[in-house]
């Protein structure tokens, strides 16, 4: 997948973007229930995100055309 990926989009910028969103979920994890989940796949973070913040997640916010 990830080589499907690199030809589109920079894989740095996605690994930042999947930590940052990968560290809300837990976020809000702890404030529903007490344990958050170390497990927490990228696919299930992307899905997460998507539904958060819609297709805008993947739209550059700053420094980006």
Do not use: E, W, Y
């Amino acid at each position: 997948m990830r080589a499907l990926l690199g030809g589109i989009a920079d894989l740095k910028v996605l690994d930042g973007v999947l930590d940052i969103s990968r560290h809300t979920d837990q976020i809000h994890r702890l404030g529903k229930r007490p344990v958050p989940d170390p497990d927490r796949g990228s696919l299930a973070t992307t899905i997460a995100m998507v539904r958060r913040n819609g297709r805008t997640s993947f739209r550059a916010k700053r420094g980006g055309s």
